[in-house]
Nanobody, 110 residues
């Protein structure tokens, strides 16, 4: 089942956004989940990941600013993004197992 992202938008530099990803079905708790992003002209890159055991991993560029979390009871994964920078502007994608969402646009104005 395809993940569905929400929560993107336009924010000023220094602001915050919280992205959500919902994966319907009963297997969510078993999935390794991740957030990726892709800026225009760039390759898609890993932002953060969380295993089914709750272990997290972050790209160096977002460490200390972004927090990934999951709520298995809600079949949901989140990305709290603080201290946003213009270089965080991208389409953010949720990946659940091997399945990708359609993405949500995050635009940070300087």
């Amino acid at each position: 089942v395809q993940p569905v992202e929400s929560g993107g938008g336009l924010v000023q530099a220094g602001g915050s956004l919280r992205l959500s990803c919902i994966v319907s079905g009963s297997i969510f708790s078993m999935l390794h989940m991740a957030w990726y992003r892709q800026a225009p002209g760039d390759e898609r890159e890993l932002v953060a990941s969380i295993t089914n055991a709750g272990r997290t991993n972050y790209a160096e560029s977002v460490k200390g600013r972004f927090t990934i979390s999951r709520d298995n009871a809600k079949n949901a994964m989140y990305l709290q993004m603080n201290s946003l920078k213009s270089e965080d502007t991208a389409v953010y994608y949720c990946r659940g197992g091997a399945t990708w969402g359609q993405g949500t646009q995050v635009t940070v104005s300087s």
